[in-house]
């Protein structure tokens, strides 16, 4: 019995989804120790302490669930934001939200929208509901706008837009994204993938909660796995309509946010001092990174989350993997169909002072 005949049409062909090595595996592999990791867009500071914390508070109740609503982090996140109860949906990291918005919205007779080198899942998850991806080509590496809103059609029921945009980090201010909303038909739900929105500066900083009060098919979707440093945890959120956040929460998976995660949410969401301190360092490194490359001549996509993109301008594989036997894991990204880039995480000060001498010596 061969079971890709039954499967649904649109796993049939789907390719999983590459995550980056973890240090553990390469150690193995190559025998090479102190390996810096520089592919996954990770927090360089690790789970802050006020986290840590919370989770030790949690031990004792581990063989209960999870309060399956998430109370105390809706409660959380409708302090630090001003936003009402009833709109938030809590996640398995905003994977597990971008997701669960296809499921709730789209079907094989549908159509999404989203750009050339936007998120992977983008595509991963239209494919997999058998809806019409309509990928619209980037411009300068990132959203065209007006093009997003020629390509929508009476199909159209999802639009994804990452701001700051992962792999190419490219940012839409918020006059852009206004303009764009409301140009946008009421009935088409429009999701904007703000992983990265702490890594901007506030002076900049999209007020996407503003634009919830105007556009009421608008879905915020963000996570706790970039600037609050709880990737391992999974836990996202979006903020929505409350309509909209009723019918997101009848396709949720109960418990879909463990005892752990919640509480290290709760902590996290209230450390200002932690992100601060994160968002200082990305600031300070990624310039860094800008002289380095403009000293060497590499072009480089500037960018507003916690990673760079350089073009190589030859196939980067090889590169990656030298990269890799000096000890540096950073990211190819052919799959988005940028065959001579790399992105590299925005890591710790000695992080990225050893990935431009590697850098350097494999491009020799």
Known sequence: MQFINIANEGVKTLSPYQPGKPIEELERELGIQNIVKLASNENPFGIPESAKKAIQEQFAELTRYP???????????????????????????????????????????????????????????SQAINAKAVVIPAKDYGHDLDAFIAAITDKTKLIYVANPNNPTGTFLTHEQIDSFLSKVPENVIVVLDEAYTEFTLPSERVDSFALLKKYSNLVICRTLSKAYGLAGLRVGYTVSDPEIADLFNRVRQPFNCNSLALAAAIAVLKDEDFIEKVAENNRVEMARYEQFFKENNLEYIPSKGNFITVDLKQPALPIFEKLLREGVIVRPIAGYGLPNHLRISIGLPEENTKLFKALLKVLK
């Open 67 to 125: 309060d399956a609503n998430g109370y105390a982090l809706k409660e959380a996140i409708v302090e630090k934001f001003g936003v009402n109860m009833d709109q938030i949906t809590l996640g398995n990291g905003s994977n597990d939200l971008l997701e669960l918005i296809a499921h709730t919205f789209a079907s094989e007779h549908d159509e999404i929208i989203f750009s050339q080198y936007g998120f992977v899942v983008y595509p991963l998850v």
